[in-house]
């Protein structure tokens, strides 16, 4: 034993205690709580940190109806986040909306992908966003699939039109102006909504309007190279000589605008297309639309001498009642040497919309016209609209025409001219008015006059009325003898007419079949024809035995 361990003496009046001291091998099993517990902690926080979400900022221009720790970030109404706290912008002109997500959608959030507080939106386009007037306003996300990645976005004010996952086709329009136009304005294909407008804004020059269009799938097919957009919006009204037209495509467009589109059907053959532009004109209307279009353009001058109130810059140019061209400009020229207006008239044709046909190789342009004028060729102005007088150019061919030939002034060719159609219906009339100065008006007039008391004095003679009077007493008494016949001689002629009856009847019935007259009848003529047939008999044994006359009919004969 060691002395630690020996027993004290006995022997000791007082004994002193003595602390014994043991040695342990191993840890104590109470260490092992707190062990686990810390274990168990840091794989919680880690577990924790892996699967924490991204945390983005969303800056808004307010935040009106949001509160942190309340509202949620939802996709599709299925909660995605919750925002964890609001603050300032360090201008103070904005709040900065910190909102932690799901692990999930940290591939999601790109330089494309969108934030907006959805809240209930009433416009002209519709009503949006009631179902937070229960659970309150929330952020909604429209995810982007490519771009950068990015965890500070600058929130919508107004909610997309159209979001990310949307299957459709988006086309880019370009128009002078906006119009009524705005976003959610429908696009319409024959009369029927396939999408709507999505964005606008000027373009870079300034000189144009840029309008962002969604066409819904499968509809967005229906868009070719050759498709045209024009504004549908409002009313569209036409005169012409066919009345009154009115163009519009629902009650929708005319209140909130809209687009159409449609692709022209040509006499042309179907031709090989580049990919689709990257811009589309969007035309004023349904007529300028299906306008066909040339890149080739000539200028011709037109010269004058009549008035030429009603053409305006813009009037058509017709050939045979086609439209080929416009007037560009109008002017007032005085010669001063004769004292004399004339007014020259600017046009642009298009010679591509006349399709030649029977010539190998298309002759010179020059030439072409130099040809058709010197075989009357004419330019002349016509009325277009009798109610607002406005005049075009006609051009035509006319034959009794005097030979003209095609002249340069300046930097254009000048086409002749011939007098208008109002002109020349002036001219008529003034013709006609001198043939009515020959007329000897006056001496008709006298004519007339010493006819018409003439007649007066006829109408009125005595001798007229007389005759008249005995017209009149004539017809008195053949109107009462006519009343006289008609009491005397009616009930002798029924009486007649019933006796004539009776006669009649009487002879039906000894004429009919069972009369005994009839009966009688047939009787007899039955006997007198078997009287004749024994004559008959009689006469030709006589001409056979002649002697029988004389001896009598013997035995055996």
Not at 35 to 60: M, Y
Not at 185 to 194: C, E, L, T
């Amino acid at each position: 034993m060691t002395e630690t361990e020996r027993e004290p003496d006995i022997r000791s009046p007082d004994p002193i205690p003595e602390a014994v001291a043991r040695s342990r091998g191993r840890l104590s099993l109470v260490w092992l709580i707190p062990l686990v517990a810390l274990a168990v902690g840091v794989w919680l926080a880690v577990k924790t940190w892996s699967e924490r979400g991204p945390i983005v900022t969303i800056e808004f221009k307010s935040a009106s109806g949001l509160a942190a720790g309340q509202t949620r970030v939802k996709f599709k109404d299925v909660d995605i986040g919750q925002v964890k706290s609001i603050d300032f912008s360090p201008d103070l002109k904005t709040v900065i909306v910190s909102a932690e997500l799901k692990r999930t959608f940290a591939d999601f959030l790109t330089e494309h992908t969108r934030f907006w507080v959805e809240r209930p939106r009433v416009t002209l386009s519709g009503v949006s966003g009631l179902d937070t007037l229960v659970s309150g306003a929330y952020i909604a996300l429209d995810p982007g699939q490519a771009g950068r990645s990015r965890r500070h976005f600058t929130g919508l004010e107004q909610p997309p039109v159209i979001t990310t996952f949307e299957d459709g086709g988006r086309f880019r329009l370009r128009a002078p102006t906006l119009g009524s136009l705005n976003i959610g304005s429908p696009v319409y294909y024959r009369q029927i909504q396939v999408g709507q407008v999505i964005g606008y804004g000027l373009e870079p020059d300034g000189r144009a309007v840029g309008i962002e269009i969604f066409v819904a799938a499968p509809h967005d097919a229906l868009v070719t190279p050759d498709t045209r957009f024009w504004n549908a919006s409002g009313l569209d009204v036409s005169l012409s000589a066919a009345g009154v037209q009115v163009d519009t495509q629902s009650l929708l467009s005319v209140v909130l605008g809209g687009i159409a589109f449609g692709t022209p059907d040509t006499l042309d053959p179907a031709q090989a297309h580049d990919p689709y532009p990257e811009v589309f004109p969007l035309y004023r209307n349904r007529e300028a639309a299906h306008a066909r279009i040339y890149a080739r353009k000539e200028r011709y001058l037109l010269l004058f001498e009549g008035a030429a109130r009603g053409l305006t810059s813009g009037a058509p140019v017709r050939l045979k009642g086609i439209d080929i061209g416009r007037v560009l400009d109008i002017q007032l020229q005085l010669d001063t040497e004769a004292l004399e207006f004339r007014i020259p008239v600017l046009i642009e044709i298009e010679p591509e919309r006349i399709v030649r046909r029977g010539e190998a190789e298309a002759p010179d342009e020059r030439r072409l016209v130099e040809r058709l004028v010197e075989r009357g060729l004419r330019a002349q102005l016509k009325l277009d609209s009798v109610l607002s007088g406005a005049l075009y150019v006609d051009l035509d061919v006319d034959s009794g025409a005097p030979a003209g030939r095609l002249v340069r002034q300046g930097e254009h060719l000048v086409i002749p001219t011939r007098p208008g159609s109002l002109e020349a219906i002036t001219t008529q009339l003034a013709s006609v008015l001198e043939k009515l100065d020959t007329i000897p008006i006056e001496q008709i007039g006298r004519d007339l006059s010493q006819t018409a008391a003439g007649a007066n004095a006829l109408v009125n003679a005595p001798e007229l009325k007389g005759a008249v009077i005995e017209l009149e007493a004539t017809l008195a008494q053949v109107r009462a003898t006519a009343t006289r016949l008609d009491r005397e001689l009616g009930p002798e002629l029924t009486k007649t007419l019933r006796e004539s009856t009776a006669t009649l009847e009487r002879a039906r019935a000894l004429l009919s079949d069972r009369s005994p007259l009839y009966v009688e009848t047939q009787r007899m003529l039955q006997e007198v024809a078997n009287a004749a047939r024994s004559m008959r008999l009689l006469t030709d044994y006589l001409e056979r035995h002649p002697e029988a006359l004389l001896q009598g009919k013997g035995r055996g004969r």
